[in-house]
């Protein structure tokens, strides 16, 4: 059973990365000539066009554990180091060679395995589209626990490597909760069966749980078992205004207060970045807070509130009621609550679409952190009046641009500073950029909330984590990968 997609979805613009499917259903990828010269740069190079395999000698795409059990046993003999790769959506060098490494792709690996409908029980192939996977669940009623922006072209495989979080994560929760189960290919070619399909199931050690967020340096996941949650039968979808973070931090609490249980979406937008979105003429985007049209924001900050719920009329009573609640109390400034699909679907577009308009803007230094609710926008005040501070140029049209945005409800900040492609950073902008990674630490933050640590943040994780427990999980990679082949250079630093 092959997943249909209907992949008509809001991030459906085309600049969102999409699976390379050209050359999908061949074993192995290797250019023989140079007609087969562009041949590996959908596996080679990531869409950021930030990391780029110096060299690649093939992509191998396997169709069955069995195929992957017998390339991992060839490569394992022979010290051949292998990346295990997915949608190649990943945001932090991960998946990308930073040597001579072979890719081994899990695209061909698609296939449904079973479902059911009454436990919402899905067992399927590592290489299913996140997208597909959603859009083949839903005539049964159920949905997939995560969203996010690459849906169309990211894997569920690569999402449990990564352990993704994504735009739902508040109301679904981690991949640590909703994978069931998990089948893996070790580095020499066992295969680990723990393809479990019960909820509950305390025998012996929960071993899948050390493959979610593993980013590939322990196995290739090949399957994967997942309770999925049912459709919702009412979604409301809000967009409101507001004149400062400490309001932002006044409607977070009141929000919670008043959509409880059917809160699923809770998303930070600041000015900067809607007027980015906005001002990407060719999408026709408008902020419906806005008034007229045009790039210009009214308010410094915007959150995008959603609700999942059973009851059409009940939620959008307790939706309105907040709205109303909010703007008499001065919480928000303005406020509208969509009234059909494509109301929603625009309003999820200006958020989702923030890291494909970034990407427009220029190279894009991406920071992915957590930080309490009390720190969290000042870290990107302070990074821009640093950079104003510098002197450096800001704004559209070839100058710096730094903008907030992220997953306000589980605290996740993404803060992207973009600078113009052509040239190398100025001096007083590698300087800022330096800087935010330890502010984060000394806040009390984390460095990498959602994203993992792939090439970019690699160096983060003794400063993060105790020796001790660092020195834990340098013996789990020795034992499970003693020769070191899977995924070499990523994840654990170098030095360390
Ligand atoms: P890849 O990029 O191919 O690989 C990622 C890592 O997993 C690599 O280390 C790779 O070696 C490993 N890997 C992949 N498949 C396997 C496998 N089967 N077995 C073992 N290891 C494997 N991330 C979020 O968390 N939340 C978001 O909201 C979010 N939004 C995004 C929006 C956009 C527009 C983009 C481009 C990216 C976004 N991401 C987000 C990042 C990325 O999409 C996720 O990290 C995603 O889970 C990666 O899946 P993938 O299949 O593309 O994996
Ligand atoms: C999102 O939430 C993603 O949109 C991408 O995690 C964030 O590009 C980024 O910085
Ligand atoms: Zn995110």
Known sequence: MKPSCDASSAGGASAIPRSPSSAAGKLLLAPSGPDDENLLVPYTQDWTHKWKAPQCPAVLQPRT???????????????????????????????????????LSLANMNQIISFDAASGILVCE???????????????????????????????????????????????????GSVLGLEVVLADGRVLDMLSTLR???????????????????????KVSLQVPPAPAAVQVALVGLESFEKVR???MLSKRKLGEILSAMELVDAAAMDVVVGKAAWG??????????????????????????????????MEELL??????????????????????EIWKLRELIPVAMEEEGRVHKFDVSLPLSAFYALVERT????????????????????????????????????????????????????????????????????GLGQL??????????????????????????KGILNPGKFFPDDA
């Open 200 to 222: 509950k199931d305390n025998t012996g050690l929960d071993l899948k749980q050390i493959f979610i967020g593993a980013e590939g340096t322990l196995g290739v996941i090949t």
């Open 324 to 345: 109303e609640t909010a703007l008499d109390g001065g919480v928000v400034g303005d406020g509208t609550v969509a009234q059909d699909l494509a109301q929603a679907q």
């Open 250 to 252: 006044e409607m977070v």
């Open 65 to 103: 554990t069995g195929q992957v059990a017998g390339l991992l046993r060839h490569c394992y003999e022979r010290d051949l180091h292998v990346v295990p790769q997915g949608g190649n959506t990943g945001l932090v060098g991960g998946g990308i060679p930073l040597a001579n490494e072979v890719i």
């Open 126 to 176: 590592a290489g299913c589209v996140l997208e597909e996977l959603d859009a083949w669940l839903r005539p049964y009623g159920y949905i997939m626990p995560l969203d996010l922006g690459a849906k169309g072209s990211c894997q569920i495989g690569g999402n449990v490597s990564t352990n993704a979080g994504g735009l739902r994560f508040l109301r679904y929760g981690s991949l640590h």
């Open 457 to 482: 943040k690699k160096a983060y994780l003794p400063q993060t984590k105790s020796k001790e427990v660092v020195g834990v999980m340098r013996g789990m990679k020795k034992m499970l990968d003693p």
């Open 384 to 451: 821009r009046e640093a950079l104003e501070e510098g002197g450096v140029v800001m704004g559209e049209g070839g100058g710096v641009r730094v903008v907030g945005y992220g997953h306000l409800g589980d605290s996740n900040l993404h803060l992207n500073v973009s600078v113009p492609r052509e040239a190398p950073d100025p001096p007083e902008v590698s300087r800022v950029v330096s800087r935010v990674l330890p502010w984060v630490m000394e806040h009390k933050g984390s460095v990498s909330a959602e994203h």
């Open 285 to 318: 985007l408008r902020n419906p807070l806005a008034g007229g049209s045009g790039a210009n924001s009214p308010f410094p900050f915007y959150m995008l509130l959603e609700t999942s719920g059973s009851g059409e009329a009940h939620d959008r009573e307790k």
